[in-house]
T-cell receptor, first 119, second 112 residues
Framework: SAVISQKPSRDICQRGTSLTIQCQVD?????MFWYRQQPGQSLTLIAT?????????ESGFVIDKFPISRPNLTFSTLTVSNMSPEDSSIYLC????????????????FGPGTRLTVL | GNSVTQMEGPVTLSEEAFLTINCTYT??????LFWYVQYPGEGLQLLLK?????DKGSNKGFEATYRKETTSFHLEKGSVQVSDSAVYFC???????????FGAGTRLFVKA
């Protein structure tokens, strides 16, 4: 299993500013992801955070808006840049690990989320 | 590509009623299937999972069986409680464990 912590847990920010969210995992993991959950919506994958290289972004998300760092196998940051009210969401860090019980079996764990409100 | 479709909500039931939330999926390879639950104001929690065909995941009275022939993973509970009121997400993790695809979520309201 993996235990994930995020900071901050919540924040209220002004339009036009940026916020960096930190994600710390209690063990080394290869696969690390950032998701967004807009109010009343499901989770949408923003990007895969790759250690030692640029993140891989999903369609509709760009590096200039959501720069990601992954300096090592236990830590990542997501920055929400030049924020607008439409960026108000819960941002979740996630990791994927092998479950160990069956070959090719994976589990995904989620952090508690960062609830962002942009005024 | 991979996708998950689950029944639209909200679903409103009386306490002790039987619950079914339908979920079907489209995937290449042999994905793992999950149900996550999100209680009001809280984060996402894994409810149950199944990693191969015919596996049954169960937890807290909830069950779901991985049906490859019908590409389904329906969530069931025999007797719901008010405390089960939450949003339920069906999800799949594709072969290789690269990323989870979520359904739209189904909101459940249970009345006393």
């Amino acid at each position: 299993s993996a235990v994930i912590s995020q900071k901050p847990s919540r924040d209220i920010c002004q339009r036009g500013t940026s916020l960096t969210i930190q994600c710390q995992v209690d063990s080394q993991v290869t696969m690390m992801f950032w998701y967004r959950q807009q109010p009343g919506q499901s989770l949408t994958l923003i990007a895969t955070a790759n250690q030692g290289s640029e993140a891989t972004y999903e369609s509709g998300f760009v590096i200039d808006k959501f720069p990601i760092s992954r300096p090592n196998l236990t830590f990542s940051t997501l920055t929400v840049s030049n924020m607008s009210p439409e960026d108000s969401s819960i941002y979740l860090c996630s990791v994927s690990t092998t479950s160990g019980r069956a070959l090719g079996s994976y589990e995904q764990f989620f952090g508690p989320g960062t609830r962002l409100t942009v005024l | 590509g991979n996708s998950v479709t689950q029944m639209e909500g909200p679903v409103t039931l009386s306490e002790e009623a039987f619950l079914t939330i339908n979920c079907t999926y489209t995937a290449t390879g042999y994905p793992s299937l999950f149900w996550y639950v999100q209680y009001p104001g809280e984060g996402l929690q894994l409810l149950l999972k199944a990693t191969k065909a015919d596996d049954k995941g169960s937890n807290k009275g909830f069950e779901a069986t991985y049906r490859k022939e019908t590409t389904s993973f329906h969530l069931e509970k025999g007797s719901v409680q008010v405390s089960d009121s939450a949003v339920y997400f069906c999800a799949l993790l594709n072969t290789g464990g690269f990323k989870t695809i979520f359904g739209a979520g189904t909101r459940l309201f249970v009345k006393a």
